[in-house]
């Protein structure tokens, strides 16, 4: 009788046994490739596009990433920016900016510059080829904590726009 048992389960297993392996399988290989989960609260990227300077107005771009799979709702930000260690501009604004599923927007923020900082941008300065600079600031974010950021670099002159950097 216990042979009978054992050729009964082999036989229960029979043809249907490598299909089930093989789907089983499979199933295990699709999950390791699907997300692991929705990414929602992820901080949004911050990077400098270009600055812009035209007599004592300066124009701050930026570029804003939302790193979430969900949409990202901007509502207002606080900038300092500063070249070469001294403050080009401070300003706050209210904007509604709506950012897709790992997208990304352009963001403009124009303020009076300080005569100081645009010392060290004017041609023939000792640092008008490669200037330091930092931003630093607060986006606030609709349904989110507010997110602070510092971004440090160098800025460049572009070749043939005057008053542009990168």
């Given amino acids: 009788m216990n042979r009978?048992?054992?050729?009964?389960?082999?036989?229960?297993?029979?043809?249907?046994?490598?299909?089930?392996?093989?789907?089983?399988?499979?199933?295990?290989?699709?999950?390791?490739?699907?997300?692991?989960?929705?990414?929602d609260?992820?901080?949004?990227?911050?990077?400098?596009?270009?600055?812009?300077?035209?007599?004592?107005?300066?124009?701050?771009?930026?570029?804003?990433?939302?790193?979430?799979?969900?949409?990202?709702?901007?509502?207002?930000?606080?900038?300092?920016?500063?070249?070469?260690g001294d403050e080009l501009l401070s300003a706050e604004r209210s904007r509604a900016l709506e950012i897709g599923v790992r997208g990304r927007e352009p963001l403009e923020i124009a303020a009076p510059a300080r005569r100081a900082a645009l010392r060290a941008l004017e041609p023939g300065s000792d640092r008008s080829?490669?200037?330091?600079?930092?931003?630093?600031?607060?986006?606030?974010?609709e349904g989110q904590a507010d997110r602070d950021f510092t971004v440090e670099g160098f800025l460049h002159p572009v070749p043939g726009r005057p008053g542009t950097w990168r």
């Fill in 4 to 39: 009978r048992l054992q050729k009964r389960r082999h036989r229960s297993f029979g043809a249907a046994g490598p299909r089930v392996l093989a789907v089983i399988a499979v199933a295990a290989l699709l999950a390791a490739c699907g997300p692991l989960g929705v990414v």
């Fill in 41 to 84: 609260k992820a901080p949004p990227g911050i990077e400098l596009d270009r600055l812009e300077v035209d007599g004592d107005r300066a124009a701050v771009h930026l570029l804003v990433h939302n790193r979430n799979d969900i949409a990202m709702a901007l509502s207002a930000v606080r900038l300092e920016f500063s070249v070469a």
């Fill in 129 to 141: 080829e490669r200037v330091a600079f930092t931003m630093t600031g607060t986006l606030t974010l």
